[in-house]
């Protein structure tokens, strides 16, 4: 049986240079915020007991936490006194945990569970502690391996306290390290704050772990792998990253993308293969669109499910609780939120669809429009298989238009229609003879040219 596996992630810092009343790990990434990121890498590794190190500073940290993990999840660091110190904080709470344990960073969210599970197994291999490193291209400000001969790790040194020779060295730490909880919190307990930062290093527990007879290894990463977010600026380059990404993972599993570049994806947005998607889309989160379907260019579509082959677009808005069906069409400034279309139904132009169920092969004309809302409650709009609802209908809910009925042409309709009726509710046309003809002369004789 394999070791139990935990990870305590590193959340505790004020992140000021974001200049923004949300604390830095709740910024989003790919619709995720990059806290909760790391909280997955740490579930996909199978860690058992996950613990979030936050800071005095940012409750709101804390409360997100015991939304997503409940609250025995998040621990409070007092004071920033540095990495060895935030992981002491998590002491308490990782009292009883046997096992291995991972040291993530709320503010790396891009480490791939696969090199975090490299860690562990190297662990599970060799024993003592796995320091996740990088060649880096600028190595300034990073902490550098000290690498023996072996190959194993001396030491970690910090930038500020590194002499110009160690410097020179490129191979540098991640900040990730996995080694035994008990081994670990034992060693944190002996590292001392003399250094040139006067804070408590978790680099140290290397030289401490490897002068008690600890292995000391090293799994080497891609320095992108372990890029941290710190300004706005670098949270735009994480942001891109990802969706360059997610762009080369779609099209990998056949989805067409015809300008990739212009469409951005959510961290759980899944795509069949052969959907085509037009050039400027956006999708929030929680899309999910069955294969065949194509997305005309300017969409933006979040929360919503949509079916094979369905037609969407150009220029739609689909908004959370969309379900289409498979063969529905949805033209151009479409909006729609919280409503359902059966296969094959159909709203083209102008409309917006609200708190509604729509039948199979039902048609919706030009402007019609569920009037859903009275400024207090939501309202549902029932509209029957094979029904057909005339231009610039007003749906007022709760109403419902029975199967195959007609709305007549401009109808504002409050009441029910039955299956197979027409509902008309629009005041009658009256045509005056000859009222222009005798408008114009008058005109004319008033004011001649
Ligand atoms: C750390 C490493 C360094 C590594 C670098 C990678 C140490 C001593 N150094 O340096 O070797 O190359 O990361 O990016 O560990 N934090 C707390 N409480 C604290 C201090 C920090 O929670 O008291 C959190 C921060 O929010 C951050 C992380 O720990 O997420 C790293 O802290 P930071 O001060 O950025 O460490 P670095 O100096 O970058
Ligand atoms: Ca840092």
């Given at each position: 049986m394999s070791r139990a596996r935990a990870a305590i992630i590193l959340a505790a810092g004020q992140g000021t240079r974001m200049k923004s009343?949300?604390?830095?790990?709740?910024?989003?990434?790919?619709?995720?915020?990059?806290?909760?990121w790391a909280i997955a890498a740490a579930a996909n590794t199978g860690a058992e007991r996950t613990i979030i190190v936050t800071g005095a500073h940012s409750p709101a940290v804390g409360a997100h936490v015991a939304k997503v993990l409940g609250a025995n999840a998040a621990v409070i660091q007092d004071r920033p006194l540095g990495t060895a110190h935030a992981v002491r904080a998590a002491e308490q709470a990782m009292s009883g945990f046997d096992g291995d344990v991972a040291i993530l960073y709320g503010d790396a969210p891009f480490v791939p569970p696969e090199r975090?599970?490299?860690?562990f197994a190297l662990r599970a291999e060799k024993g003592g502690l796995v320091v996740l490193g990088f060649e880096a291209r600028d190595p300034t400000g990073y902490g550098r391996l000290m690498l023996a001969d072996d190959g194993t790790v001396e030491r970690i040194v910090e930038h500020k306290d590194a002499t110009p020779e160690q410097r020179a060295i490129t191979v540098c730490n991640s900040g990730v390290l996995c080694a035994d909880a008990r081994t670990l919190f034992e060693l944190l307990s002996r590292v001392r704050s003399d250094n040139a930062k006067g804070e408590f290093y978790l680099t140290d527990v290397v030289a401490l772990g490897r002068s008690a007879g600890f292995k000391t290894s090293i799994v080497v990463g891609m320095e992108s792998d372990t890029l941290g977010v710190n300004t706005k600026v670098e949270l735009a380059?994480?942001?891109?990253a990802f969706q360059q990404r997610m762009r080369v993972a779609a099209m990998e599993a056949g989805v067409t993308l015809i300008d990739p570049a212009s469409v951005f994806f959510s961290h759980d947005t899944q795509i069949a293969p052969d959907v085509v998607i037009e050039p400027s889309v956006?999708?929030?989160?929680?899309?999910?669109?069955?294969?065949?379907?194509?997305?005309?260019?300017?969409?933006?579509?979040?929360?919503?499910e949509i079916g094979e082959g369905a037609n969407v677009g150009p220029s739609a808005r689909l908004r959370p609780g969309t379900k289409l069906g498979r063969g529905v069409k949805i033209g151009n400034f479409v909006e729609i939120k919280n409503a359902n279309f059966?296969?094959?139904?159909?709203?083209?132009?102008?409309?917006?669809?609200?708190?509604?169920?729509?039948?199979?092969?039902?048609?919706?004309?030009?402007g019609t429009i569920t009037c859903n809302y009275d400024g207090f409650?939501?309202?549902?709009?029932?509209?029957?298989?094979d029904a057909f609802i005339g231009s610039d209908t007003a749906l007022v809910a709760p109403v419902t238009v029975g199967k195959g009925a007609y709305t007549?042409?401009?109808?504002?309709?409050?009441?029910?229609?039955?299956?197979?009726?027409?509902g008309v509710a629009r005041s009658r046309q009256a045509n005056i003879e000859g009222w222009a003809d005798k408008n114009r002369a008058k005109k004319r004789k008033d004011k001649p040219a």
């Open positions: 009343d949300l604390p830095k790990v709740l910024h989003e990434v790919g619709g995720r915020a990059m806290l909760d975090i599970e490299q860690m380059a994480a942001e891109a956006f999708f929030g989160k929680g899309v999910r669109i069955a294969k065949g379907a194509r997305i005309k260019a300017f969409c933006h579509i979040e929360g919503a059966g296969e094959k139904a159909q709203a083209s132009h102008l409309t917006y669809v609200g708190d509604a169920d729509v039948g199979a092969r039902a048609n919706l004309g030009a409650d939501k309202y549902r709009t029932t509209i029957g298989e007549g042409t401009g109808s504002v309709i409050t009441k029910d229609v039955p299956d197979g009726a027409l």
